[in-house]
């Protein structure tokens, strides 16, 4: 380990700041307002600006480098977004003022709900939720409250797949639900005929990624939903992965009666680092009353203009968030997808799938592809052959950082051995995959002439190998002046 950095910039008596002249007599501060144990640094205006520009520099963000981080779609967020996030409008816009004052910004929201409907193909939105996992929540009780007004009390099973991410069936289970597995058949598809076998009358539903965590399109959908639906099951889409197919499918049409938007993921809020984030839902019009309260209803008034009200729907499952949602998030959104529009997003998804199957074709003699067909916005590569020549995935991702790129998503999705997901999304060009994929190869040739090049890795980095469990639970974040 280095040793921890040393920087004391204060210098007695130099400042940053300078402050009009007094127009009043000076007096002295009393006794106990005065604290002589601040010790604040004194340092020019310069030295601020340098030492923070430095610090976030040492960061590793989308704006410095290519993150193919999978399931995560980790993409270049347009500045124009942020641009009208940040606008005095929807900064400083407050929620408790009356619907009256704020019809700009109910406006945005109405029109973003229908926005999400017809990419969707689903009807009936809520905004309110604040981030994936949340919508997934919210989604489940829509489709409980549904169940529990028909009376269907012995309907406890959701069915999640294998390859699910992991809030899947942590959310049917926060639901009340029974969680039932069903496996991946050898293509990467839902298992039908297991699913055949496991769903019946206490079947609730079914909670499915498509395109799945292995970045493939289950060739199977309607016929999955079909079975889910004939036993009386409600689909459940996780659109965690809408960045693959938005423009092109929509979940409705495929069959879900229910699907989240990961707002952070695919329209264009930075992400990583913990939020804010959004996680709209959208569901058929005979789950429209369930929606959480509240959402933006409109109607026109006497002189025929429209107005926008917050309204809560008729059977609605209640609060699950405060106020408004996120609004900065839904901001960002809304001007993403009506600066593309919709051919621009469909092309979105096209490049993402593009860049995707390039990458993958130029690796998968390095790696093994454990389903080799044609993927979408993302694909599964094996470690497994580095993992006989005595390096791990772990290694690898850590082997990546030395070329700077962040690694790739590791381990995930479970049912592939030393699994790495990769995602480059449409906004990476040939040349960054290129490069990419040239660093992958390098990595595959150290792992059978030098493995401990990369076990020993990361090489180049300020930091080296961190302890992986203290990192993320047990940061250590404090600045200190001497070496500890
Ligand atoms: C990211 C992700 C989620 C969870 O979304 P959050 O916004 O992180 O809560 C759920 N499912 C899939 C497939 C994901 O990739």
Redesign the pocket.
């Known amino acids: 380990m280095p040793e921890p950095l040393i920087f004391e910039l204060s210098v007695e008596g130099r400042r940053a700041f300078s402050l009009p002249r007094s127009e009043t007599p000076d007096a002295e501060l009393p006794e106990e307002l005065r604290r002589a144990d601040l010790d604040l640094p004194e340092v020019s205006e310069l030295d601020v600006i340098r030492h923070y520009v430095r610090l976030s520099q040492e960061n590793f963000s989308i704006d410095t480098n290519f993150y193919p981080l999978g399931?995560?779609?980790m993409k270049y967020n347009p500045k124009v977004n942020e641009e009208v996030a940040s606008q005095r409008g929807v900064r400083r816009v407050h929620p408790y003022t009356p619907d009256s004052e704020v019809q700009g910004a109910l406006q945005v929201m109405y029109e973003l709900q229908g926005l999400l409907a017809e990419i969707a193909g689903l009807p009936a939105v809520s905004l309110q939720p604040a981030?994936?996992?949340?919508?997934?929540l919210t989604g489940m009780l829509v489709i409980r409250a549904h169940h529990l007004s028909r009376g269907d009390t012995g309907w406890h099973k959701v069915i999640v797949p294998d390859s699910?991410?992991g809030?899947?069936p942590a959310t049917a289970a926060m639901a009340g639900y029974e969680v039932v597995t069903v496996r991946s058949d050898a293509r990467g598809n839902v298992d039908l005929g297991q699913l055949r076998s496991l769903v019946g009358p206490d079947t609730a539903g079914m909670m499915l990624?498509n395109p799945n965590?292995l970045g493939l399109f289950d060739e199977n959908i309607e016929e999955v939903c079909r079975t889910v639906h004939e036993a009386g099951g409600l689909m459940y889409g996780?659109g965690?992965?809408m960045n693959a197919i938005t423009g092109i499918a929509r979940p409705g049409d495929l069959g879900f009666d229910v699907l989240h938007f990961?707002l952070?993921?695919t329209f264009s809020t930075p992400?990583g680092g913990g939020g804010p984030?959004a996680?709209p839902i959208a569901v058929r019009d005979y789950l429209a009353s369930y929606l959480p309260d509240p959402v933006v209803t409109t109607a026109d008034d006497e002189d025929g203009f429209s107005t926008y009200r917050l309204t809560t729907p008729g059977a609605s499952i209640g609060k699950v968030r405060s106020l408004w949602g996120n609004y900065a998030v839904l901001a960002r959104a809304y001007t993403y997808i009506r600066h593309h529009g919709a051919e621009g997003l469909r092309s979105n998804s096209e490049h993402a799938i593009l860049n995707a199957n390039y990458l993958a074709a130029l690796l998968k003699d390095a790696y093994e592809l454990r389903y080799d067909r044609p993927c979408m916005h993302e694909f599964v590569l094996s470690g497994a052959r580095q993992k006989k020549q005595g390096a791990r995935t772990l290694d690898i991702a850590k082997r990546i950082m030395d070329f700077g790129y962040h690694p790739p998503t590791i381990y995930f999705p479970l049912i592939v051995e030393e699994s790495m997901l990769i995602e480059p999304t449409e906004t990476e060009n040939k040349q960054t995959l290129d490069a990419f994929a040239e660093a992958m190869r390098t990595i595959a040739r150290e792992a059978q002439t030098e493995p401990e090049k990369i076990t020993s890795a990361p090489h180049e980095t300020d930091l080296r190998r961190l302890d992986e469990t203290t990192a993320a639970r047990r940061p250590d974040l404090a600045y200190r002046t001497t070496a500890a």
């Open positions: 399931s995560c779609t981030a994936g996992a949340h919508g997934e699910a991410h809030t899947n990624t965590t996780d965690a992965n990961n952070h993921k992400h984030g996680g």
